[in-house]
């Protein structure tokens, strides 16, 4: 095992976490809410695009970090754990860029007005049904992840190694579940962007 690496204070910890995750998912909750109205020299929907690549990243290095601890590379594990979590702030940063540069999509507007008439949903089939399902479980999830991932995280770093691994056992394949489904997110809808 690994030495701890910062110093164990549960109380700060707590206070940190939870005022973080308030900050992050109040964040995303208002700015889903606004668009700017920029001409950019580019597509905007290019964030869209890094989201799906970061969230492929994230998802493997998830694999490769549960694969490193088994194999108790815990010093691997580690530096594979963080750098998916780095990677979900370029995420975080990612994501709010696409919703106020490019607003919302509404799947199957294949005209892009804004509307999903009933011959788009018809068109749409039931693939429609599944990019809801997916996507009815892909945010809430995602909205609740982050404290369960930093307290997660906080536990492995404190070298509280037996309640880390309880909290990994909850965490790791929600988190998982959340990069996977946003790559899916992103292929479902990519072709009614505007």
Do not use: C
Not at 5 to 17: F, G, Q, V, W
Not at 31 to 36: D, K
Not at 107 to 133: C, W
Not at 183 to 194: G, T
């Amino acid at each position: 095992m690994l030495a701890p690496t910062i110093e164990k204070n549960d109380s700060k910890a707590r206070i940190l976490i939870f005022t973080l995750s308030v900050i992050v998912f109040t964040a995303v909750i208002i700015l889903s809410r606004v668009q700017w109205q920029i001409d950019l020299p580019f597509d905007v929907h290019v964030f869209a695009l890094a989201n799906a690549i970061i969230n492929s990243a994230v998802a493997l290095l998830l694999v490769a970090a549960l694969i490193s601890v088994k194999q108790r590379h815990y010093k691997l594990h580690k530096n594979l754990m963080i750098t998916a979590l780095i990677f979900s702030i370029f995420f975080l940063v990612s994501y709010i860029a696409h919703h106020l540069l490019a607003g919302d999509t509404k799947f199957g507007d294949v005209n892009h007005d804004g509307l999903v008439s009933e011959a788009e949903k018809q068109a749409a089939g039931s693939t429609r049904t599944l990019y809801y399902v997916i996507l009815i479980t892909h945010i809430p999830l995602a909205g609740l992840i982050l404290p369960l991932i930093l307290f997660t995280a906080y536990r492995g770093l404190t070298g509280e190694y037996i309640r880390h691994k309880r909290l990994a056992r909850i965490t790791w394949p929600l988190w998982f579940y959340v990069a996977i489904t946003g790559v899916l997110v992103y292929y479902f809808i990519h072709p009614y962007y505007s």
